[in-house]
T-cell receptor
Framework: GQNIDQPTEMTATEGAIVQINCTYQ??????LFWYQQHAGEAPTFLSY????GLEEKGRFSSFLSRSKGYSYLLLKELQMKDSASYLC?????????????FGKGTHLIIQP | DSGVTQTPKHLITATGQRVTLRCSPR?????VYWYQQSLDQGLQFLIQ???????AKGNILERFSAQQFPDLHSELNLSSLELGDSALYFC??????????????FGPGTRLTVL
């Protein structure tokens, strides 16, 4: 089985930087994903890490440490539209199945 | 727009009824996944199909079933509906199948309300 933990809610200020952490425990590992989800809408793909290290994509970066079962999503130059839930998801490597296991999401509130 | 389409957008029905949700994957994608999102459980994987065949099951109830057709669209059938089945149902697709590193792209979802 898999267990994924991330903070329930975070608050940050427009223009600032915020880091959302995710820890996971899994029997197998074939990649970690971050998705953004606005209320009532579809999750939107942000980033994917399968090897240790930092992946940068514009204002968003994601880091992975497989030995620690740890990832973070870093959002820079925060904008009001970044207010959303951020979902950490892990894909197992076993069984030939690659349905994702999601954390419950971090609700990020951006204040002016 | 991810390229994944789902119909209907909203569905309201009564307990004990049966409904069918439909999903069309992105052009060329062979894998289809179904997820359920409720307020208390978060986003949960239900089932995966690859090129017409069931590949994996997650937390899918026996009252639920799915299939993927030759044109690769998929349907999720929910029967003997209960109040607790009220949720957002998402379909996702990816180009290849198991063991690939492909990203899953999500459709807009179907909001099911059971009264």
């Amino acid at each position: 089985g898999q267990n994924i933990d991330q903070p329930t809610e975070m608050t940050a200020t427009e223009g600032a930087i915020v880091q959302i952490n995710c820890t996971y425990q899994t029997s197998g590992f074939n990649g970690l994903f971050w998705y953004q989800q606005h209320a009532g809408e579809a999750p939107t793909f942000l980033s994917y890490n399968v090897l240790d290290g930092l992946e940068e994509k514009g204002r968003f970066s994601s880091f992975l440490s497989r030995s620690k079962g740890y990832s973070y999503l870093l959002l820079k130059e925060l904008q009001m539209k970044d207010s959303a839930s951020y979902l950490c998801a892990v894909r197992d490597s076993g069984g030939g199945a690659d349905g994702l296991t999601f954390g419950k999401g971090t609700h990020l509130i951006i204040q002016p | 727009d991810s390229g994944v389409t789902q119909t209907p957008k909203h569905l309201i029905t009564a307990t004990g009824q049966r409904v069918t949700l439909r999903c069309s994957p992105r052009s060329g994608d062979l894998s289809v996944y179904w997820y359920q999102q409720s307020l208390d459980q978060g986003l949960q994987f239900l089932i995966q199909y690859y090129n017409g065949e069931e590949r994996a099951k997650g937390n899918i109830l026996e009252r639920f079933s799915a299939q993927q057709f030759p044109d690769l669209h998929s349907e999720l059938n929910l029967s003997s509906l209960e109040l607790g089945d009220s949720a957002l149902y998402f379909c996702a697709s990816s180009p290849r199948g198991p063991y690939s590193t492909d990203t899953q792209y999500f459709g807009p979802g179907t909001r099911l309300t059971v009264l």
